[in-house]
């Protein structure tokens, strides 16, 4: 399937053709696995139009001005967050700061230190 082809395409359209083939790679790896395939290199190219498919449709996605994903853009929003006073993610709290151990000890090894009982 070439690109310029996909490009032509809608999103629904280019989604429906992903979900088409995935099922087709399901059920060739399914028959792989139980007896030989006449292709076997039909599941490289469906895995690399698959690849291709989705591709393109983040293209789209981001010209249509979907934000953008990835560890720049995280780091980012943690600095905002951090400059506006909220916190970082979601409310989360280190384990030190919720009164947890950071040394990796079960709340029943806790015990036992805290009672004193020698070690084994």
């Known amino acids: 399937m070439k690109a310029s082809d996909i490009r032509e395409m809608s999103a629904d359209d280019i ?7 995935e099922e ?14 006449e292709n076997p290199l039909r599941l490289r190219f469906i895995r690399r139009d698959i690849a291709r498919l989705n591709t393109i449709l983040r293209e789209q996605a981001l ?7 990835g560890r720049k853009n995280a780091a980012a929003a943690r600095r905002e967050a ?5 916190t970082g ?3 989360t709290t280190t384990k030190a ?7 990796g000890a079960t709340p029943k090894t806790r015990a036992t230190r805290a009672s004193g009982a020698a070690k084994r």
Request: hydrophobic share 40%; no cysteine; proline share 2%.
């Open 24 to 37: 087709e790679r399901f059920r060739l790896k399914f028959r792989a696995a139980t007896e030989t395939l």
């Open 97 to 103: 700061a919720r009164g947890g151990s950071t040394t």
């Open 63 to 69: 010209a249509a001005g979907a934000p953008r994903r």
């Open 15 to 21: 989604r429906a053709q992903i979900a088409q083939l």
């Open 82 to 86: 951090a400059a506006a006073g909220t």
């Open 89 to 91: 993610t979601a409310g």
